[in-house]
């Protein structure tokens, strides 16, 4: 169950101590994404219409798009600062991060995906490959670890993806509507190993996602992307839920 | 999925299938005209020796070095068309284009204006400092094979670019691979369906060059008669050999092709 | 008659048209060696002003290759070869059955750039130079080209030899390409006028080219092909050919 924070907790504990502290703005087409946020160590679920900037916000955390004003700070690390024009590259940023629809590499088997990261990390091959069977394993998926993606449906290419994106234990977990393809037990069972691998991880964990379940069940604080800011909500849970 | 081929033909229009089949007919017929005139029983012999097997020979080294120019210079071409916008980009497109729309002599006249020894632009400065000249010269006839097949390459991989969906090299990204990586072991992979067609068009264009070759690299005997040449001048003095040399191309061309199909276009479903 | 009162009159005049010739309908399909280009473009030209009821249609192309295309079946009514070689093959074939006539006589020269930078003087001169352009082997001025070399005493390697598939691509070869030499007809070195210079060849290693022209069999057109025969044969047509620089047959 997600603990509940009230107001502004950011400046009770002091910028030196958040996680990740994202003050700036950037444009994308028609979209201007005005942000100012600092969180600490936690799941933060991120939610608001469609085409509001959430899919933005996380490609600005993970270095795909540099910011246009602003900075980026993450455990303390400086990743983007326009006025002293430092970009760090999101090869460089440990992230993991599973997009929507996944995107997992169409010439690889799922194991293959799972390993990917591993290896370019510097981990050889075989003992990646021996990490990635564990952890797909670990998830129920290890039988899937020969098939291709486009021999997957579209629930297990998502778990593939998940699997993928925490493998290396990153710093900063990106999650872009992990669990839209799942069926609602495939969910349930998902979301809570996912609570289990998110909360063990340190660093700050990001999930877009519409589903009033999952940000009950997952998250510690909500992010509401509203027209025309971002404002910061306490998380007072007063949605039922239905099992 | 589709549960018969029953169903599949239904949903057929009758005109696709008309068509298709004109189309299959239109290029089929002449195929089998050329093959009921090949004396089947001399065909090794016609081509094994003389100026026959010198002309395959040339043909298939040319034509190979001739598509990895095409490769090595249309790949970084087909990245700017494809991945950079500048003004100008649609202009610089069509002029790529040009070898395409040029009637291969008028291109053989085009290399003999840029690099002829007597008046190209650069060709006498080519022969006074490297000795080298290109006309009468197999060289030439890789150049010439280049210039009209560089733009079938830049065309399907330029295409091919367009199509990857920018996040599988994203992905990659956030999985840590830095940009150079990506390239190889992502972007080319992802690519590697439209960069074989590219190239197996792009060999099977400098195979059949004709016209560009015999005005620029002339028509030598061993040096720069090429398979095409060969086979339009012995027309005249042996068909027989012409007809056998033509077939025996076309069997290479088409078994090469058929091979590379086979291992990258996939099996899906 | 006609002919002996035409013969009278000086030669500046025109003879005047026949009268059932100038009736002539139809099309007239003239399959002509390359080397004959500028001349029977100026013969046809002068033949239709006589007989404008004639649509004349004229095919150039290396002699051996228009013999290929009547074999095949190509529908032409006149063939006008560069040799009496060709025209002997269809004869054997059975294209042509009556008796070529041969229309005009032509000889080789030497075709260099202008300048002659290389000091091209005779046939033995070619030895020493990079490349040389010929007409293709079984081309008739190709086949001219080895005889006279042959007579000439003169080898050069094939592989410094380009092969033109007609006179023209031969002669473009050294006009606008990098051979450095050529062995082409006289009436195309005086043809090409400032984009070659022609450099003679003596008569002792020379040959004659026959040029020859007869009618081709079954052809729909045979009256008009008849016609054009007698004109290319005539005093007139023979003045067109002399102006271009052939020789009397």
Known sequence: MCSRARGHAWKLDGEALMSVMLKGSVRQGRLILDIDVAVGDEIVAISGVNGIGKTTFLRVLAGLLPLDTGTLQVNGNVLDDVNNQIFVPAHLRNVGMVFQDNVLLPFLSALDNVAYPLMASGIGRQEAQQLAIDAMGQHGIGHLAQMKPTQLSGGQQQRVALVRALINKPQLVLLDEPLSALDVDARREVRSWLRDQLKSLPGTKFVVTHDLVDIAELCDREIAFMQPQLQLLGNETQTTIVR | MSTGKRRVGAETPLFVWVGASCALLFLLLPLVGLLKRVAWSGIFGAVASGPASEALRLSLITSVFATMIALVLGLPLAWVLARIEFRGRSMVRALVMLPMVLPPVVGGVALLGAYGKSNGLIGGWLFDVFGLQLTFSPLGVVVAEAFVALPFLVMAVESGLRSIDPRFEESAATMGLGPSERFWKVTLRLLAPSLIAGVAVAWARALGEFGATITFAGNIEGRTQTTPLAVYLLLESDPEAAYALSFVLLAICVAVLVAMRGSWMGRRS | ?249
């Open chain 3, 1 to 249: 008659m006609t002919v002996a009162l035409a013969s009278l009159l000086p030669t500046a005049v025109r003879a005047s048209p026949i009268v059932e010739v100038s009736k002539l309908q139809g099309d007239l399909t003239i399959s002509a060696a390359t080397s004959l280009t500028d001349a029977f473009t100026e013969l046809a030209k002068q033949f239709r002003k006589v007989n404008k009821g004639v649509k004349v249609r004229l095919n150039f192309g290396s002699s051996s290759t228009l013999v290929a295309q009547i074999e095949s079946g190509a529908p032409s009514d006149i063939m006008a070869s560069a040799d009496l070689t060709n025209l002997e093959k269809l004869v054997a074939s059975g294209n042509v059955v009556v008796t070529p006539k041969v229309f005009a006589r032509n000889t080789m020269a030497i075709a260099v750039k202008p300048g002659n930078p290389k000091s091209v003087r005779s046939i033995a001169d070619l030895v020493s130079l990079s490349y040389i352009a010929l007409c293709g082997k079984t081309v008739p001025c190709g086949v001219y080209a080895s005889s006279v070399l042959t007579r000439a005493g003169v080898v050069i390697a094939e592989s410094k030899v380009t092969r033109g598939i007609d006179v023209k691509a031969t002669l473009s070869a050294v006009a606008n390409g990098d051979a450095d030499a050529a062995i082409v007809y006289k009436t195309d070195v005086l043809a090409a006028k400032k984009s070659v210079v022609g450099i003679d060849i003596p008569s002792a290693q020379n040959v004659k080219a026959m040029y020859g022209i007869a009618p081709i069999r079954g052809s729909k057109n045979s009256a008009n092909a008849k016609a054009f025969i007698d004109f290319v044969l005539s005093e007139q047509g023979w003045q067109v050919l002399k102006s271009i620089g052939f020789e009397r047959p």
